[in-house]
Structure formats: structure tokens, C-alpha cells
């Protein structure tokens, strides 16, 4: 019994060894230093578990144009035109219609946040090529002289400038660099002659032409000092020229091969506009016919740029 007694606590005491051996190691463990996560695992947080073949964000409501742009004007015909306020994708475009030849002026009501251009379809058919609330692109077309409107629709492929860059315009080819000496600048105009001619007018007073659909662009005479420009086909076209030495305000001038030359036109306005960051406008319906913009006045011309004459 004594030898079965002593068996007995020899197993006990071996037991409690055990215990202690293991509580030791457990003790131990929880002491010890974690072995460290993967660096991939590591460096990813929430927010920054989106696969990395995510679309390229869309332009930001933030993203502005550039104030420094001719701003928008169509004349029609002789006496049907409109004139705008560019605005910017947070909003601001304005819109109004003369019935009169650019006498008087009515507000239209556009659903555009911003007007990049106006285009005629037809005697009372007018386009708005402009910027949404989101900075998209986006056509908005009226039937009725703008009193209603349907749209939006996706634009077109034309020659435009884009609401979110100035490195970049919209072309019938798609997106290219602009061909501007300085992309950081915005064009001052970008228009269309046909379905594939283009013009640009860069801040510098740089005249470039494409035939291929904004593909390649061919560098024309400059005119320095000249801040609109307005085409009637891929030969004829004019610009208002701010401070040329011979008008109090403006002066036109006129091209008839396309940009390589220029002579000089008609003056109009008395002073050019006090802010130099505010930019006249200039359209024609007709190679005789044409509307300028300045600061507020309408002057308009039935020789070609010759003559001009404050409307009404």
C-alpha cells in the first residue's frame, strides 16, 4: 500500500510538471513578437482595395474653362442672331436672341451649364454645343429659336474645345493635343470650315488649319493682336485685331487663301474693352455678311469687313 501510495504521488507530481511546462510555453507565446503581415497586406486599406483596372476618373464639377475664350456668337442670317455667356461646368452660360439684326436683345433660356458653341441647322433650328453639370460634353438642339429644347445628346464629332483641359481639343479624328504653341493656355477659337477643315487661334495670335480632320495642322501667317476669328469656307476668313496701331478699337482683317495672307479691313469700336481678358466675338452668315461683339455692343457689316457700323 505504501509502495502503491508512493506510485501515486510520483504520477501526481509528474502531472503538475506538465501543467507548469505548459502554462510556461503559453506564457512564453504571448509574449513573443507577431511575425509581420505581407507588405502587400500591410500597405492595403480600404479604400484602396479597388482593383487597379479601374476606368480613369471623369473630369471633376471643379474643373473650369478658361475665361479667356472668344466668347460665343451665330448670326444667322441678317437679322437673326445669338450671342452667349461661355460660363463654366459649374454653370454661368447665358443666351440671348436679336430678331433685328443685333439692335435689341432677349434672354433665351439654355439648359447648358456652359456654351463652347452655337450652330444653325435652319432658319429657326439653332445647336448648342456646350458642358453638364458633370463637365461632359454634350449637344442640346432647339426648333423654335430656343424658347424649348431637347437633349442632351452626345456631341458630335466636330472640331471643339474641350470643358476640363487646355491641353486638348475634340476634333472629327477624336481628342488631340492642342497644336497651340502653349497647351497650357486654351485656344482662343476653335471652329470648323467643313466636315474635316478646321481652325484654331492661339493666344499668341497663331493661325493653324488642319484638312485632315485634326490629324496634322499647318501653321498659317500669324496676327498678333488678334483675339476672334470666324471662317465662311476653307479660303475666306477674318480676325478682330485689339491694338494694331491704326483703329481706336478694333480692326478687322481678312484673308482670302486660307490664313497665308491678310489685309486689313474696317474698324469698329471706339476703345477696345477695358478688360484685355474679355474678348470681342466674331461670326458671319455670309461672305458679305458678319456680326462683332464687343464688350456688349453689336456692330455689323454687309461688305465683307470693309465697313462696319454699330447695329440699331
Known amino acids: 500500500m505504501q509502495r502503491s501510495g508512493g506510485l501515486w504521488a510520483t504520477v501526481g507530481i509528474a502531472a503538475l510538471a506538465l501543467v507548469a511546462t505548459a502554462l510556461a510555453y503559453a506564457a512564453l507565446q504571448s509574449t513573443a513578437p507577431t511575425t509581420p503581415a505581407p507588405l502587400a497586406s500591410a500597405l492595403t486599406s480600404p479604400q484602396d482595395s479597388k482593383p487597379v483596372n479601374d476606368p480613369k ?10 475665361s479667356v475664350i ?8 441678317g437679322s437673326l442672331a445669338y450671342r452667349g455667356r461661355t460660363g463654366t461646368c459649374l454653370g454661368g452660360a447665358d443666351l440671348e436672341r436679336s430678331t433685328n439684326g443685333g439692335q435689341s436683345w432677349r434672354p433665351v433660356e439654355v439648359p447648358a451649364s456652359a456654351i463652347l458653341d452655337l450652330r444653325a441647322t435652319g432658319a429657326s433650328a439653332v445647336q ?16 423654335d429659336k430656343g424658347r424649348t429644347w431637347s437633349g442632351p445628346t452626345s456631341a458630335p464629332a466636330t472640331f471643339l474645345r474641350l470643358p476640363f483641359t487646355t491641353s486638348e481639343i475634340a476634333t472629327p479624328s477624336g481628342v488631340v493635343k492642342s497644336p497651340c504653341p502653349d497647351r497650357k ?6 471652329a470648323d470650315i467643313s466636315a474635316t477643315a478646321g481652325v484654331v487661334l492661339c493666344f499668341g495670335g497663331e ?10 495642322w499647318s501653321s498659317m501667317t500669324p496676327v498678333v493682336g488678334a483675339q476672334a476669328l470666324a471662317f465662311e469656307g476653307p479660303s475666306l476668313g477674318w480676325v478682330l485685331v485689339r491694338d494694331g496701331g491704326r483703329c481706336p478699337g478694333y480692326e478687322a482683317q481678312v ?11 474696317g474698324c469698329l469700336g471706339e476703345v477696345p474693352n477695358s478688360d484685355k481678358r474679355v474678348l470681342p466675338a466674331l461670326s458671319f452668315s455670309t461672305p458679305t455678311d458678319g456680326m462683332a461683339g464687343l464688350e456688349g455692343e453689336t456692330y455689323v457689316t454687309r461688305d465683307g469687313g470693309q465697313g462696319w457700323q454699330l447695329a440699331g
Open 57 to 66: 476618373p471623369g473630369p471633376k464639377v471643379s474643373d473650369a474653362i478658361p
Open 255 to 265: 484673308t482670302q487663301d486660307g490664313g497665308a495672307t491678310w489685309q486689313l479691313g
Open 70 to 77: 472668344e466668347p460665343p456668337l451665330l448670326m444667322v442670317n
Open 128 to 143: 448648342v454645343l456646350g458642358a453638364d453639370e458633370r463637365c461632359r460634353t454634350r449637344l442640346w438642339t432647339s426648333t
Open 185 to 190: 493656355v486654351a485656344p482662343l477659337t476653335v
Open 207 to 216: 493661325v493653324l488649319t488642319t484638312a485632315d480632320g485634326g490629324a496634322t
